[in-house]
Structures are given as C-alpha cells and as structure tokens.
C-alpha cells in the first residue's frame, strides 16, 4: 500500500506544514519543565471563601488537624513540609499563641519545639505549668513561611479561622500573645509590644495578655524580667476569673 506521505511527496506537496495550534495544544510533560514535583496543591482560599469558613467553624478535634493539612489557602502550602496544627491540652485555661513554625516546627509537626520554644517551657516552669497540662500552644501560621519570613497579610487572613475555631473549641480563659506578630494580628493594631503590654486586652471575649516572643528574650536577656511581670499579671488574672467562675457555680441565679 502506498503510504499518503509519499503520494503527497510525488506530487511535491511536502514536507506537511500543521497549525501551530494544534501541535501546541499537546502538553509538555511537567516532568520536562522541572524537577519540582508535579502536584503542587493548589491554592483555593478565592475559590470559595465562604463555604470555607462555614466548614473550618464546625470542626471538631478529630477533624482540625486533617482540615489544616489539607488547607491549600495560601502558597505556604507549597513550601511547607507538613502543617503544624496545635498542640496540647484541649480542656486548657492556657492558650499561648505564637507566630509562626520554624525549621524545627516545620520537620516535627508540634509548635515551639526549637530553642525558643525550650525557653517557653522554661517559661511554663517558672508559672509551675507544663506544656500539655491545662496549656495549649498553637500559631498565628499554622505553616512556615519560607525561610521564617514574616507572615504575610493574605496568610493572616487565610490561617485566622484556624486559630479562631481553636480558641472557639478550647476556651481558654486567657490567652498569651507570644511577641509583635501575634499581638498585633490578634488586636488588629499595629502596635509595639511595649505598649501593649501590662494591661488586658480582649480577643473575641476571651482576656489576652501580651508579652515578649521566646526568640526575641533569648536575643534580649533583660526584657526577661519584663516578661516575668507579664506572665505574673498572666497568672493573677487566670486566678481572678477561676475564682469568679467558682463563686458563680456555688451561687448559681435562682430560676425565680
Ligand atoms: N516561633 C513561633 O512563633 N512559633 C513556633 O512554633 C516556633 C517559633
């Protein structure tokens, strides 16, 4: 049988010109382009906003840390190695709230487990508490951010229901923000730590107090005293409102 290129050949019609359309519209294999893996997550925060948030307010423990891992609403999903959801005592009147994972958060899973974080255990220590025990700590970014840059604003946002179902499902009667980052992003001021300090702020009802980030008093030794007088006011005030919720349950507002 005569083959259709030659006939074509003879009658010098070759070679055979296509659209370039068409040959384009084949893909190039994404392992060609290069060597990053080939399925990258997506992010999908502008997809759908609002069926997002309508979810992450209705998880439950066993289904936060899977939701969080899943998250693809924001880039840090591409560079992180896994999500670094929360840890600790989910009944806690403790809730400590930090930036972001580092490095060390980021390959374990578990917040503040690196230098600064043995800092905050000392910390803990100091108060006679222990992580795990009537203390949760969990992050602003439940990803790192490459490199330990700052968190971006689009990341806040995107991570905020994360942190904001936690407290929801913890209530914790006071919460600790770990240095600027998070105070800032949980009072929506652009503040110093200095000025913050000292006094109780309120985050969605719940009391915050707000001190120096573990990182920063290991770079600043004498700010540890100020951050002693935080963690002081810190423990007055979890005593204060322990001893007005006993007073309530002992005397409860008769039904008449
Ligand atoms: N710094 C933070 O803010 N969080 C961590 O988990 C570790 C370091």
């Known amino acids: 049988m005569v083959h259709r290129d030659e006939i074509l050949r003879e009658l010098g019609l070759t070679p055979v010109w ?3 359309a068409l040959v384009a519209a084949e893909p190039v294999p994404a392992t060609w382009v290069s ?3 080939v399925d990258h997550p997506t992010p999908t925060a502008a997809i759908a906003p609002i069926d997002r948030l309508a979810r992450i307010d209705t998880l439950d423990w066993t289904s936060f840390a899977p939701d969080v ?3 693809r609403a924001c880039g840090l999903c591409q560079t992180r190695k896994q999500s670094v959801p929360g840890v600790g005592d989910i009944h806690a009147d403790w809730l400590f709230v930090g930036e972001a994972p580092g490095a060390e958060e980021d390959a374990r899973g578990e917040p503040f487990v690196g230098q600064a974080g043995r800092l905050l255990d000392n910390m803990l220590a100091a108060l006679g508490m222990r992580r795990g025990e009537n203390v949760y700590i969990a992050n602003v970014l439940k990803c790192r951010p490459p490199g330990n840059r ?3 604003p689009n990341e806040v946002e995107s991570c905020r229901p994360y942190l904001d179902r936690q407290i929801a499902l913890i209530q914790p009667k006071l919460i600790v923000a770990l240095g600027k980052s998070a105070a800032t992003t949980l009072l929506n001021v652009d503040a110093t730590i200095a000025s ?6 309120r985050y969605h009802g719940v009391a915050l107090i707000v001190t120096y980030h573990p990182a920063y008093l290991l770079r600043n030794l004498p700010d540890k005293a100020k951050a002693w007088e935080d963690l002081c006011l810190a423990r007055a005030t979890v005593r204060k409102l322990q001893a007005e919720h006993d007073l309530q349950s002992a005397s409860p507002t008769p039904s008449w």
Do not use: K
């Not at 913050?196 to 702020?201: F, K």
């Open 69 to 71: 891992a899943a998250c």
């Open 196 to 201: 913050l300090r000292g006094r109780i702020h």
């Open 18 to 20: 296509r659209r370039r």
């Open 150 to 152: 700052a968190p971006e």
């Open 35 to 37: 060597n990053e893996p």
